[in-house]
Nanobody, 130 residues
Framework: QVHLVESGGGSVQAGGSLRLSCAVS????????MGWFRQAPGKEREGVAA????????YYSDSVKGRFTISQDNGKSTLYLQMNYLPPEDTGAYYC???????????????????????WGKGTQGTGSS
């Protein structure tokens, strides 16, 4: 059973940065994707970044390209999301997720990352400011 635990959330001043971590257990990276999703109050959960275990280009939503970076440690037991220059629009609960499919197979008709993942963490709050 996959177990995902997020940490590293908090509030930042204008132009500040946060680094989220997701501790992973019970999951084989040999065949799957890991990703980060964000849910703002009153809004649907949206995918912001994803990475495939076999390497290749990660996925980033248009709103975070150039500011967020997704990565894994060498042992692949931790997933990270480096978030830079957080405005208020980036505020929300950030969730770590895992799925057996490649992230490109999870895209919606609009090209965004679908939120139908097999496993989820409980989330951590990230708050940006202007």
């Amino acid at each position: 059973q996959v177990h995902l635990v997020e940490s590293g959330g908090g509030s930042v001043q204008a132009g500040g940065s946060l680094r989220l971590s997701c501790a992973v257990s019970g999951y084989s990276y040999g065949s799957g994707s890991m990703g980060w999703f964000r849910q703002a109050p009153g809004k649907e959960r949206e995918g912001v970044a994803a990475i495939w275990s076999g390497g290749g280009r990660p996925y980033y939503s248009d709103s975070v390209k150039g500011r967020f970076t997704i990565s894994q440690d060498n042992g692949k037991s931790t997933l990270y999301l480096q978030m830079n220059y957080l405005p208020p629009e980036d505020t929300g609960a950030y969730y770590c997720a895992a799925d057996t499919r490649p992230w490109w197979a999870m895209r919606t008709g609009h090209g965004t990352l679908g939120a139908a993942c097999g496993s989820w963490g409980k989330g951590t709050q990230g708050t940006g400011s202007s």
